[in-house]
């Protein structure tokens, strides 16, 4: 069973802070990840993609990945109220289907 | 484009009914999913089809459900006879290609009550 695993949260964090994200997965061969936003109510969207070890930023957002250490983390910097919304983290993994395994996402809260 | 559309948005039905959601990708989109998702398992993959071909539907929790793309600008998923543990979101979401790494597009999804 290939799992791509997240804590639920609440991560609750102040207006301007740094919010940290993690997701960690168990296939070893995974190729692609992905983090997609989703507010209450609402679907999901895409807001980052990574492939390669280490850091890639867009805007206040940056992916950090870990093959070694099978972990992808997402930075939120200076968090906004908008910014709160569950954070599903997707991890495309080797053989099969290539079709992206979804966690079930951690919860963000930002408070003024 | 006006992205993926679904419909209903919400869909209240009594148990052992016939159910039917509807899924319009995003024109050009070889690749069409339907997910289920709940706050106790999350977001499930229930099957997809690439150019209206149903490639894996291994996600189908049992036989009482089945899904149909007779075209590529439309796809049904079917419950039949619902039960109230189908309650959930259901979303269709279409991309380019198969691994997503275009990313999903998901629509807006259906909230279904079975009650």
């Known amino acids: 069973q290939k799992e791509v695993e997240q804590n639920s949260g609440p991560l609750s964090v102040p207006e301007g802070a740094i919010a940290s994200l993690n997701c960690t997965y168990s296939d070893r061969g995974s190729q692609s990840f992905f983090w997609y936003r989703q507010y209450s109510g609402k679907s999901p969207e895409l807001i980052m993609s990574?492939?390669?070890?280490g850091d890639k930023e867009d805007g206040r957002f940056t992916a950090q990945l870990n093959k070694a250490s099978q972990y992808v983390s997402l930075l939120i910097r200076d968090s906004q109220p908008s910014d709160s919304a569950t954070y599903l983290c997707?991890?495309?993994?080797?053989?099969?289907?290539?079709?992206?395994?979804f966690g079930r996402g951690t919860s963000l809260i930002v408070h003024p | 484009d006006a992205g993926v559309i679904q419909s209903p948005r919400h869909e209240v039905t009594e148990m052992g009914q016939e159910v039917t959601l509807r899924c319009k990708p995003i024109s050009g989109h070889d690749y069409l999913f339907w997910y289920r998702q709940t706050m106790m398992r999350g977001l499930e993959l229930l099957i997809y089809f690439n150019n209206n071909v149903p490639i894996d539907d291994s996600g189908m929790p049992e036989d009482r459900f089945s899904a149909k793309m007779p075209n590529a600008s439309f796809s049904t998923l079917k419950i039949q006879p619902s039960e109230p543990r189908d309650s959930a979101v259901y979303f269709c979401?279409?991309?380019?290609?198969?691994?997503?790494?275009?990313?999903?597009?998901f629509g807006s999804g259906t909230r279904l009550t079975v009650v």
């Open positions: 997707a991890v495309l993994t080797s053989g099969g289907s290539y079709i992206p395994t």
């Open positions: 990574i492939y390669s070890n």
């Open positions: 979401a279409s991309t380019q290609d198969q691994g997503g790494l275009y990313g999903y597009t």
